[in-house]
């Protein structure tokens, strides 16, 4: 008699199923993650902590008989600066994350094109390919340039014909004010 066996072998190990997923958990959490928040969190907290510094030594000088008084104007004056000032600190702490990376962005660059140039002066197939790629770019920029004043020069001669058209004589001749005004 035959018998067969049939054995079931998963395709993928649990461990490495296990620690993918706890990747993709991470990735996710950081790509959720806004800094401008945490920032404007931040410069809020000092803004207000230090306006509730200045009402605290306002408060100091008091007598002890308006001590809750004191209280309740050092949580007012809190609670304004909260409210105050959570959108321009918010305002604030987006641009300068963003001027941050544009300047990430623009030293990432500077350091990629100094390291392509020092491959292309040890490489002459890469040098041969950058003198290409300007020479390519210069000819599309005059390219571009000639369209430019192709349709300045067409825009230009369609005015003054339609200028012309409105000055003309009954007859259909020009008349003489065309020509100076």
């Given at each position: 008699m035959t018998s067969f066996v049939h054995t079931?072998?998963?395709?993928?190990?649990?461990?490495?199923a296990r620690m993918e997923s706890a990747?993709?958990?991470v990735r996710q959490m950081g790509?959720?993650?806004?800094?401008?928040?945490?920032?404007?969190?931040?410069?809020l907290a000092a803004i207000v902590s230090a306006l509730l510094v200045v009402a605290s030594r306002l408060v100091d000088t008091w007598t002890d008989g308006h001590l809750l008084a004191a209280w309740v104007l050092l949580w007012a004056v809190g609670f304004a600066a909260l409210a105050l000032f959570a959108g321009t600190a918010r305002l604030i702490a987006r641009r300068l994350v963003t001027s941050l990376d544009a300047w990430s962005h623009r030293v990432?660059?500077?350091?990629a094109d100094k390291r392509l140039w020092a491959i292309a002066r040890n490489d002459p197939r890469v040098m041969a390919d950058l003198q290409a790629a300007r020479?390519?770019?210069?000819?599309?920029?005059?390219?571009?340039?000639a369209a430019v004043a192709?349709?300045?020069?067409?825009?230009?001669?369609?005015?003054?014909?339609?200028?012309?058209?409105?000055?003309?004589?009954?007859?259909?001749?020009?008349?003489?004010a065309a020509y100076y005004a």
């Open positions: 079931h072998y998963p395709l993928q190990h649990p461990g490495v990747v993709g958990t790509q959720r993650f806004d800094s401008a928040k945490g920032l404007a969190a931040m410069l990432a660059q500077q350091r020479l390519r770019s210069e000819a599309e920029a005059e390219i571009e340039e192709s349709r300045l020069q067409a825009s230009v001669s369609e005015a003054l014909g339609a200028r012309l058209l409105r000055a003309a004589t009954p007859d259909g001749r020009p008349s003489q």
